[in-house]
Nanobody, 125 residues
Framework: QVQLVESGGGSVQTGGSLKLSCSAY????????MGWFRQAPGKEREQVAV????????YYADSVKGRFTISRDNAKNTLYLQMNSLKPEDTAMYYC??????????????????WGQGTQVTVSS
């Protein structure tokens, strides 16, 4: 089992920055990937960024490429999402997620086994 705890959300104006953190506890060595998803009201949960734990390869949704950076501090078992140049359309609840199955890492949210409680990000114009 793995437990994920997010922090770092908040409210910023357009163009601002936020850094989200996700601390992982438990059997973290079993994980093939960790990622960030977001869900805005009335919309489906969408994948934002993924990091493969073996090798560090990353993936980003087109909507955040060049603005967001996913990274991991292995010593602290913590995943980060640095968000720059934030836009109102980035407003959502952001969730940290993890999967032990590598071939599922770029699939929809339903394929992820472990989830954090979420942290709200609000970007005002």
């Amino acid at each position: 089992q793995v437990q994920l705890v997010e922090s770092g959300g908040g409210s910023v104006q357009t163009g601002g920055s936020l850094k989200l953190s996700c601390s992982a506890y438990g059997y973290t060595s079993s994980l093939a990937c960790m990622g960030w998803f977001r869900q805005a009201p009335g919309k489906e949960r969408e994948q934002v960024a993924v990091l493969y734990t073996g090798g560090g390869k990353t993936y980003y949704a087109d909507s955040v490429k060049g603005r967001f950076t996913i990274s991991r501090d292995n010593a602290k078992n913590t995943l980060y999402l640095q968000m720059n140049s934030l836009k109102p359309e980035d407003t959502a609840m952001y969730y940290c997620a993890a999967s032990p199955i590598g071939r599922w890492c770029l699939l929809a949210a339903a394929h992820y086994n472990y989830w954090g409680q979420g942290t709200q990000v609000t970007v005002s114009s």
